[in-house]
């Protein structure tokens, strides 16, 4: 009776084994197909995409335009300041009668940042803060032009 009950012991301990080794060899699978799985983020396939992107960017990915202003006929004006004085200082943008989008010479700026702007029928009023004090430009919509205005006394 000792000697079968040795041997059904026996069995029962090899069967657990058995179960332990596959449940281990199935962790370890899904481990490795994880692990390359995470091993391919990032990389390229080779595949090229066939959708394009259309769009517009500014003259510099360091200054981001900040605030567009549109007159009363229709022509806009986008422009942007730098506060960080690496790279372009300033940017602008002014829409065509197309509706693209062409780059417009905005005066520069040292340390500034565009906060308003105010438009009528022929241009826009643009203001903001730079380290020397106020900013003020006039943009003209019949030329496309964008000059500095000298701010008010009292502050803009």
């Not at 829409?95 to 029928?121: N, Y």
Request: proline letters at 3%.
């Amino acid at each position: 009776m000792a000697l079968d009950h040795d041997r059904h012991s026996i069995i029962a301990r090899t069967r657990r084994a058995g179960a332990f080794v596959r449940s281990s060899a199935i962790g370890l699978g899904l481990a490795g197909v994880a692990a390359l799985s995470l091993a391919s983020c990032g990389t390229s396939n080779g595949a090229v995409s066939s959708k394009s992107i259309q769009g517009v960017p500014t003259v510099g990915v360091s200054v981001a335009l900040q605030k567009v202003a549109c007159t009363i006929d229709n022509s806009c004006v986008a422009v942007g300041a730098s506060s960080i004085g690496v790279g372009p200082s300033s940017v602008g943008e002014y829409r065509e009668r197309s509706g693209r989008w062409a780059t417009i010479a905005v005066p520069s700026v040292s340390s500034a940042q565009i906060l308003a702007t105010s438009c009528w029928t022929s241009g826009c009023l643009i203001g903001g803060a730079q380290s020397s004090g106020d900013l003020l430009w006039e943009y003209y919509a019949s030329s496309h032009t964008v000059a500095t205005m000298t701010p008010p006394a009292g502050g803009v």
